[in-house]
């Protein structure tokens, strides 16, 4: 066990931080131990079955199905040998300088945590999306001088007919400006959260009143702003417990939590559980 989470990087090759891997049998991709990434990646499964826990959720594998892990996320995907698909995986700066659309990473539902992170493909859907795979293949394999401009494009249209099948899937759009306050909360949510435990303190720097923040991130998320903030401590306590060996006290303080009794309290009123206790738990159910 180690004493902190690992974080993989992107292997650059060729200057570019984006790659394209072939989900074969053996394959050079192999994330039975669960760590974080500091980029993006989508997993495009064609066949086979198994399980991808991302964060505490535990998906199942299965074929015409698109996964979606975001950077900072911790996974493990544990795949049976007859599990075939690709993996893409890029930096948010590969597509800030690669992409005509800047706000593609931000707007997209499974990454801004507005939708769910596993996309089941329908046959008109699923086709299509494999094609522009085998093309981003190909185009990475390639010594074209706009290959990086080429896959930003392939990613952001990949990215875009799956948002479109989400929100048409879901009934329709949000509000407009709801939206756009809701993405902005959830960016300096993941910047903040470990200095930033008021509400107040994001409104403030969102130029927003505290009481509009909360009450339009409720009616987006179904949560109010102190409760996304809760939950986010709570989420990361509970990846350090899980996936490292450092002890709640030392969780409490990277935490900037002044008290570890008083952090103790609030993961046991968040979660049920003791730190310890829950750390014990959960180990005994994720690593098996």
Known sequence: MTTQIPIHDLVETDDTSCRIIALNVPSDYSTNEAHRHSYYELLLFTSGSGKHMIDFDVH??????????????????????????????????????????TNVLNDFPAFNKTAHPVLPLPGSLFPELQALVKSMEAE?????????????????????????????????????????????????????????????EYAEL???????????????????????????LVLEAKRLLLHSAITAKEIAYHLNFSDPSYFSRFFKTNTGMAPEEFRKQSREKYQQ
Do not use: W
């Not at 009481?211 to 996304?228: M, V, W």
């Open 60 to 101: 199942e594998i299965g074929p015409q199905s698109i996964h979606f892990v975001a950077a900072g996320q911790v996974h493990a995907l544990k795949r049976s040998m007859d599990t075939k698909g690709y993996v893409i995986a890029f930096s948010k700066e590969f597509m800030f300088l690669n992409s005509t659309d």
């Open 206 to 232: 969102m130029n927003v009143s505290a009481n509009h923040l909360s009450e339009s991130i409720k009616k987006l998320t179904g949560k109010t702003a102190g409760e996304q903030i809760q939950d986010r």
């Open 140 to 200: 990475f394999s390639g010594s074209n001088p706009f290959r990086d401009k080429m896959l930003g494009a392939f990613i952001s249209i990949l990215l875009l007919k799956c948002r479109s099948h989400m929100q048409s899937s879901a009934g329709g759009k949000a509000d407009a400006n709801t939206q756009q306050l809701l993405l902005r909360f959830n960016a300096l949510l993941e910047e903040k959260f470990i200095t930033l435990h008021k509400v107040n």
